[in-house]
């Protein structure tokens, strides 16, 4: 088999508040491929936000090995992180954070402004509008957040998430402020970019949301509870499209 793009071994991560130590991460041990698309599962606080930020770089566990397409990102100081959360990982988030007065383009530009590769003013400008393409918003790029749908609030953020060609694209709730035809829509877009070849990593608590993932992996108080192909997992497997389903059994 393949180097998995993503490894941890025995995850921990232990938060001190005041007397106080809660145990988030109690050893988790999970193995993600390229081209996978996988739901974290679990009730509030059982550990999907940390175990999000972890993979994305975003903060670092407290014991265990994390390892990142060969490197052991779990051992590297925080601006060495920071480089590689730049590079490797896109973002998509519940609530959008899309700055308000800036365009969706602009929004969408604003990552390569940061970025050592970015290039010049123009060069930034045809990435932007690709990305914007590829989401299908090439018509709404002067267009400002609070001139948008929900849905299309999203795109604009799932254009600048994969901007840069992340190698892992993670979502935390990305549909929970969207109703649900445009939840359908925007779950038709990661399963696009998935079926281009995009990694994808999403934070659900909704069956069927993660019954567009491949896999489902459960927490519960901090620990992995079970790790299922879609149509094994008793909850996911009834929102499975039957043809996948199908599909799978084949
Ligand atoms: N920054 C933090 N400081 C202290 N405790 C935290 C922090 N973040 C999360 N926790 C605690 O860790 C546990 C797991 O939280 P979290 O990962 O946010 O779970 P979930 O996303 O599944 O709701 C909870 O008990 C939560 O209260
Ligand atoms: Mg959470």
């Known amino acids: 088999m393949e180097e998995p793009i993503i490894q941890l071994q025995a995850i921990a991560k232990v938060y001190r508040v005041g007397v106080e130590t809660i145990h988030a991460l109690r050893g988790v041990d999970l193995s993600i491929g390229r081209n996978e698309m996988v739901a974290i599962m679990g009730k509030s606080g059982s550990g999907k936000s940390t175990l999000m930020n972890t993979l994305g770089c ?3 566990p407290t014991s265990g090995e994390y390892w990142l397409g060969g490197r052991l990102v779990s051992a590297m100081k925080a601006d060495e992180l920071a480089l590689v959360r730049n590079e490797e990982i896109g973002f998509v988030f519940q609530t959008f954070e899309l700055l308000a007065r ?6 969408v530009e604003l990552p390569l402004l940061y970025s050592a590769t970015g290039g010049g003013a123009s060069a930034r400008r045809k990435r932007a ?3 914007l393409e590829r989401v299908g918003l090439g018509g709404r790029v002067d267009h400002r957040p609070n ?6 609030k999203q795109r ?10 992340p190698r892992i694209l993670m979502a935390d709730e990305p549909t929970g402020n969207l109703d649900s035809a445009t939840t359908a829509e925007i779950l038709g877009l990661f399963s696009a970019l998935h079926r281009a070849g995009q990694t994808v990593i999403l934070v659900t608590h909704e069956n069927d949301v993660a019954a567009h993932c491949q896999r489902v992996v459960r927490l519960f108080d901090g620990r992995i509870l079970s790790d299922l192909p879609a149509e094994q997992d ?17």
């Open 129 to 131: 509008l690709e990305a």
């Open 102 to 107: 800036q365009t969706a383009l602009e929004n």
């Open 147 to 152: 001139q948008l749908s929900g849905g299309q």
């Open 234 to 250: 008793d909850e996911v497997a009834p929102h499975v499209p039957a043809a996948r389903a199908m599909g799978a059994a084949a």
């Open 156 to 165: 604009v953020a799932i254009a600048r998430a994969i901007l840069n060609n």
């Open 58 to 60: 975003l903060d670092r």
